[in-house]
């Protein structure tokens, strides 16, 4: 449901946008106030989609409305309503932040139009700062060691332009981390991140889930289907565990890199994709390609760039960060208050043969937070944290 406010101090023209708006559509729920002050406060206490405000009014014109909206709701886009005399205010508004504007009377077609762009911006508005709240929540790349901060900067480097990337670097280092940054902060940000793992997916399948695959292909196509390649259009693939990826998928994996084609699995008719490649590996392909599981031709292709995510051991001084960033999020988790770690208890842990692993360490804070007292102590860390 679309919440419409309108503020406009004659009824009249009041009537006729509520009536055309509620013909339109059943999903326009429309409210009305007859002055300025009173839409503000009705803004105040509600959320909405939409705003239309009249320009020439009593107590409070419209320029003022449009002024105040933007402080207290600066998403809501307001669409201002021009009479005969104020066009060139009604112009104006627009560098005010205006969406945009209509004319009295109000020409039927242009208000729906605009309306319906208005509210399709308000909805990718919303969504775009959902989307973003959860990136920066769940994808924090946590750290400030001397590494880290090298592989920041390369992915600042490297994220806008559209070299691929091959990430290596132990299980649970952060390759996927990696990754997801260097599409959101590249130009398909907006486009789709698609991440296939290649390890998960039986051989006889990765094909067709990566290239589709046409009806009646193989025992079980019962109709046509896209893949991966083709739901990343535009944005990013990541191909995680590429070193397990099948030489006969490799070779497709090829020629869509040379040729930007695509043909979906019994089909021969080339389907064209514009998209981003990055690949991770926990294994050395250097000795893959040795050993004849790993087609060189495809590492040059994909090693343009090289990131080797260090290992938590190479990082130590992360630990305490790491640490602390973990209790907080767990704490916010189970709605609690963050327990905290005494100096000792962060020295102790740092000091710990970690073989790389961010998970491991998360799971051991979780345990740290369950197990031990209300301060996590060295005595907490040298009970709870071992290995078995
Ligand atoms: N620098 C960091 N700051 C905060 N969290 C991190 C950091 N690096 C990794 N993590 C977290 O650790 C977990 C493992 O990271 P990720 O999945 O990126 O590792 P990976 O190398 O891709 O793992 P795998 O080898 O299993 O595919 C994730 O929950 C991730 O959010």
Known sequence: ???????????????????ILAEESKNYNVSEAEDGLSGIE???????????????MPKMDGVEVLEAIKKIKPDTPVVMISGHGDLET?????????????????DLNRLLNTVRNALDRKTLVTENTRLKKKVSKNYEMVGESELITIIKNIIEKVAPTDARVLITGGNGTGKELVAHWLHE???????????????AIPGELIESELFGHVKGSFTGANKDRAGKFEAANGGTIFLDEIGDMSLKAQAKVL????????????????????????????????KEIEDKKFRE?????????????????????????????????????????????????LKLLKEYDWTGNI?????VVERLIILGGDEISKKDVTLFASKQ
């Open 1 to 19: 449901m679309a919440e419409i406010l309108i503020i406009e101090d004659e009824s009249a023209i009041r009537r006729v946008l509520v009536k």
């Open 42 to 56: 009705m803004i105040k206490e509600k959320d909405y989609d939409l705003v239309l405000c009249d320009i020439k």
């Open 90 to 106: 009604a112009v104006n508004t627009m560098r005010l932040g205006a969406f945009d504007y209509i004319s009295k009377p109000p």
């Open 185 to 199: 902060k590249s130009n398909r940000s907006k486009a789709p991140f698609i991440e296939v793992n290649c390890a």
């Open 255 to 286: 020629r869509a890199l040379q040729e930007n084609k695509i043909q979906r699995v019994g089909s021969d008719k080339d389907i064209k994709v514009d998209v981003r490649i990055l690949a991770a590996t926990n294994k050395d392909l250097k």
């Open 297 to 345: 031709d495809l590492y040059h292709r994909l090693a343009v760039i090289l990131i080797n995510v260090p290992s938590l051991n190479d990082r130590r001084d992360d630990i305490p960060l790491l640490v602390e960033h973990f209790a907080k999020k767990i704490a916010q988790e189970q709605g609690n208050g963050a327990k905290k770690f005494t100096s000792d208890s």
């Open 359 to 363: 998970r491991e360490l998360r799971n």
